[in-house]
């Protein structure tokens, strides 16, 4: 992890920032770029001049404008499960009350397309590096993979957006329309399927955190089931079971610990070492201020919903709930604190615990894209759906993710596996539930509650003060503002 980190670090420095920002909006918030470009031709001739144009693609997601927090504000906060009860910035998400110029919508899109233009020039520049071609191809795999995460996150968002796929280097280059939903979707899958071709099976030692065939497989797979493309999605997903290259850890806990950040179990995720970049992760996710010993101060942003099952109608025999949320905790000096009875009086979480975090914003905990379990899961549903009936396959899925939850042996019947003989539309419904206990603020949630419809209309049912005309995010105003391919015709219905 510490390698990966080291290597962002030195690429930025080396490089400049050649590798420009993403569409027009990038114009205000990063201007001083444009007077450290190096030239690109005096840049790109060696091998390690295009893994450092991989890395400086993958660099954009360590911003506290992405991963670092900002995103997860904006995604945990929009679902059902995560709340907050003060400030008037967060509030608007957890209500789902926006305005175009919010500052998590204007950042994480600028973030995104930050990442996707520097893939875009890897994928351009890398292509003429007299170097070994398995490598080359690889490189050039892995800015594929990363273009077509940060549109699936676009798209998921926001809908259509616009859509580029060749290098900007210059501010002229930046007026793009928007494209529809369907050609955005399209340009993912046909991305997806190149990184599949040329990624390596699997990584070690300093390459650990870097994507693999299974990471492209995966988000394909994810990418299927959002599109209600049910046989490919379950295919796909076999394809990641059968290659052997991942497994569930016995312990859930283990999933989450600092030490064993890149298990078997974990497919890709976002590389954090703490003390030289860090998320919020674990003082956001806390309570009780400094007294809470895993996080240097546990401030409480991100609240549990106590409405939502994960709160209500969570089994306590299940051993992810007490991990995963809580209202009581022992405190440094030894005393049982109860969060309730405390300045920020809610319930908390637990799974980014960070007990050596020297200050907020050094969690070192990496965020999880993508996990075994998500692909049983996904599995799961995709092939029951596909079926029109679930099949021993599909319950095989999701009975090892629900034997982890109770500590019962994983490939071996357990009293706590569901039970046989249901529908379709109930095994579906049980799935997804396990999904919700299964991914509580691993930015899984919001996305389901898009793709089956439930969204915004599950927060209405919460009370909160909804804007029932939007089912998406809003098109940032900077970037209708700043590019003049886009009107307020191109802005999302509801704004």
């Given at each position: 992890m510490k390698t990966i980190i080291n290597t962002y670090k030195r690429t930025m420095l080396a490089t400049g920032l050649i590798f420009g920002c993403g569409l027009s909006s990038c114009n205000d918030s990063l201007q001083e770029e444009v007077f450290s470009f190096i030239s690109t031709e005096n840049f790109y001739k060696t091998a390690a001049d295009a893994e450092s144009a991989v890395y400086a693609a993958y660099q954009p997601f360590l911003s506290n404008s992405y991963f670092g927090y900002e995103f997860y504000n904006l995604c945990l906060l929009a679902d059902d499960q995560v709340t907050i009860g003060r400030n008037p910035v967060f509030q608007a998400v957890d209500n789902f009350n926006l305005t175009a110029d919010h500052t998590f919508?204007?950042?994480?899109?600028r973030q995104m397309y930050l990442c996707i233009n520097r893939a875009n020039t890897g994928i351009k520049r890398i292509a003429t590096i007299e170097m070994n071609e398995e490598l080359r191809a690889a490189y050039i795999g892995e800015c594929y993979f990363i273009r077509a995460y940060n549109y699936f996150n676009l798209v998921r968002l926001f809908g259509g957006v616009p859509l580029t796929t060749t290098?900007?280097?210059?501010?002229?280059?930046?007026?793009?329309?928007?494209?529809?939903?369907?050609?955005?979707?399209?340009?993912?899958?046909?991305?997806?399927?190149?990184?599949?071709?040329?990624?390596?099976?699997?990584?070690?030692?300093?390459?650990?955190?870097?994507?693999?065939?299974?990471?492209?497989q995966t988000l394909l797979a994810e990418?299927?089931?959002?599109?209600?493309?049910?046989?490919?999605?379950?295919?796909?997903?076999?394809?990641v079971m059968e290659s052997g290259q991942y497994a569930l850890l016995p312990d859930f806990k283990q999933v989450f610990s600092a030490t064993n950040e890149n298990s078997k179990e974990i497919i890709f995720s976002i590389q954090f070492d703490g003390p030289q970049i860090g998320t919020s992760f674990a003082a956001y996710a806390h309570g009780g201020g400094a007294d809470n010993p895993n996080t240097a101060l546990g401030a409480a942003v991100w609240s549990v919903e106590q409405q939502s099952d994960i709160w209500k109608k969570w089994d306590a025999s299940d051993n992810r709930r007490a991990f995963t949320v809580y209202n009581e905790f022992v405190s440094r000096s030894g005393k049982l604190i109860n969060l309730f009875e405390t300045a920020r009086p809610f319930p908390a979480f637990g799974k980014y615990n960070s007990p050596s975090e020297s200050a907020q914003g050094?969690?070192?905990?990496?965020?999880?894209?993508?996990?075994?379990?998500?692909?049983?899961?996904?599995?799961?549903?995709?092939?029951?759906?596909?079926?029109?009936?679930?099949?021993?396959?599909?319950?095989?899925?999701?009975?090892?993710?629900?034997?982890?939850?109770?500590?019962?042996?994983?490939?071996?019947?357990?009293?706590?596996?569901l039970p046989t003989g249901l529908g379709l539309a109930a095994f579906r419904e049980s799935v997804l539930r396990e999904r919700g206990f299964e991914f509580v603020i691993e930015n899984k949630r919001l996305f389901d509650l898009m793709r089956t419809g439930q969204f915004p209309a599950i927060l209405?049912?919460?009370?909160?003060?909804?804007?029932?005309?939007?089912?998406l995010l809003p098109i940032p105003a900077a970037e209708i503002s700043a590019n003049s391919a886009l009107s307020n015709a191109d802005q999302n219905v509801g704004y």
């Open positions: 919508v204007t950042n994480s899109w290098e900007i280097a210059a501010p002229g280059q930046t007026n793009t329309p928007k494209s529809t939903k369907e050609q955005v979707y399209e340009q993912i899958i046909s991305d997806l399927k190149e990184a599949e071709k040329s990624l390596p099976l699997s990584r070690s030692g300093a390459q650990l955190g870097r994507v693999t065939k299974g990471s492209a990418v299927y089931l959002t599109l209600e493309n049910w046989q490919l999605a379950a295919d796909k997903a076999k394809e050094n969690c070192p905990i990496n965020p999880i894209v993508h996990r075994y379990a998500d692909v049983l899961l996904i599995y799961a549903e995709a092939s029951a759906q596909a079926q029109g009936s679930p099949g021993a396959a599909a319950y095989e899925a999701v009975n090892q993710v629900r034997r982890r939850a109770y500590s019962q042996p994983l490939n071996a019947v357990s009293t706590v596996d209405k049912l919460q009370g909160k003060t909804i804007n029932e005309k939007a089912k």
